[in-house]
């Protein structure tokens, strides 16, 4: 008898698991509490790296389709100083593709595909430990039984309070996200200044990365340390009032950095939070977590690609049928929690010099990556 699978959350890692199920004729049921694929804005650009996300998208059967959309040209990247003195400019060769782009939304819809989402399907709580199998409580009072409930519900996970009392914590830091819209048409300028990938601006316990998505679309990220009450006297909906308090924060800073967040178009306030660097848990029959689920870290690039991994993984464990489904669950969290805690490592470090009361420590951190050309 094929076991009720469900998988809580339609991102990255939920699809990616539903995909490569699908990919090996096993049926999951995909639970997201967005009404829609396009209830909201899907989100920035993702780089997929080898071994990682790529390996994923190659499990999912969907190498070429990936790399018809990805962006290779976005792998480059541009340092400032404050005062706009270029500090490295690193542009890749035209075959290197390590890391290629893709916009999420973009991998959203690629890992979507044939897959039968059940959207609108907030869910609550999970208990497993029923007689009936693991329990799924739904936002509209529903409740329905599985054999095996994967959370992939990211961050702040309604499935993980099943196998872990841990919640996220704030690291300190804080990011702002704007948006400019046509980009080469309306701010010539500043589409010069991004480039093709990315531009990053490092101050004191501050920085300003502008990153550019497909269709002349750019993300622009305020950060900087503060307390996470930092806004309690400003109205967040009020994108003027909010405009005014970052440039304020980065005053002094060269205007073309300053003309990103001057031309924004709306402000999006994200602490960034993160789960324990070790965070691990007793197995739990009938339940596993995925991504930002189970070990929520800094958005340094790592947290997608092994989200997407991870998905992957899981599915090949459970599709191949040689071993018992529980030991495989337990033997793919034991692999993915050393894997993820390396990661975790890494990118709570790259943070701390990142946003940094020296900013040559965040441009050591870029160079260990991408040495200069």
């Known amino acids: 008898m094929r076991q009720r699978i469900a998988v809580v959350g339609g991102g990255p890692a939920g699809l990616a698991f539903a995909r490569v199920m699908h990919r090996h004729d096993r049926s999951v049921t995909v639970l997201e509490r967005d009404p829609a694929p396009d209830a909201r804005p899907p989100g920035g650009t993702l780089d997929l790296h080898e071994g990682l996300g790529r390996l994923a998208m190659d499990k999912a059967g969907l190498s070429a389709e990936f790399e018809a959309?990805?962006?290779?040209?976005?792998?480059?990247?541009?340092?400032?100083?404050?005062?706009?003195?270029?500090?490295?400019?690193?542009?890749?060769?035209?075959?290197?593709?390590?890391n290629p782009e893709i916009d999420r939304g973009q991998l959203r819809d690629l890992l979507l595909g044939p897959l039968d989402v059940r959207w609108g399907q907030g869910v609550t709580k999970v208990v497993p430990g029923g007689r009936d199998g693991v329990l799924v409580h739904f936002e509209d009072g529903r409740q329905e039984a599985f054999d095996l409930v994967v959370g992939a519900d990211g961050a702040w996970s309604r499935t993980r309070p099943a196998v872990s009392p841990v919640t996220p914590h704030y690291t300190g830091v804080t990011s702002v996200e704007t948006s400019l819209d046509d980009v080469d048409t309306r701010h010539p300028d500043l589409a010069r200044l991004v480039g093709d990938g990315s531009v990053a601006v490092y101050g004191v316990n501050r920085a300003v990365v502008a990153q550019r998505n497909s269709g002349g679309h750019v993300k622009v990220h305020a950060q900087f340390r503060a307390p996470l009450d930092w806004h309690a006297h400003l109205d967040l909906g009020d994108a003027e009032a909010v405009r005014s308090r970052l440039l304020t924060l980065f005053d002094g800073w060269t205007a073309p950095v300053l003309d990103l967040l001057r031309h924004g178009t709306g402000f999006v306030h994200r602490p960034l939070h993160v789960l324990p660097v070790s965070h691990t848990w007793t197995h739990v029959p009938g339940v596993t977590l995925l991504g930002d689920a189970a070990h929520l870290m800094p958005p340094l690039g790592a947290g997608a690609n092994l989200a997407l991994l991870e998905g992957a993984e899981l599915a090949e464990s459970l599709a191949d049928g040689s071993a018992d489904p529980d030991d495989a669950v337990r033997a793919f969290e034991e692999r993915m929690w050393a894997r993820a805690g390396r990661w975790a490592k890494i990118t709570a470090a790259g943070l701390e010099r990142l946003v940094s009361p020296d900013p040559a420590a965040a441009l050591a951190v870029f160079d260990q990556v991408q040495p200069s050309r």
Do not use: H, K
């Open 69 to 98: 959309l990805s962006r290779p040209e976005g792998q480059a990247m541009r340092i400032l100083d404050t005062d706009g003195t270029v500090l490295r400019d690193w542009r890749p060769d035209p075959a290197e593709r390590a």
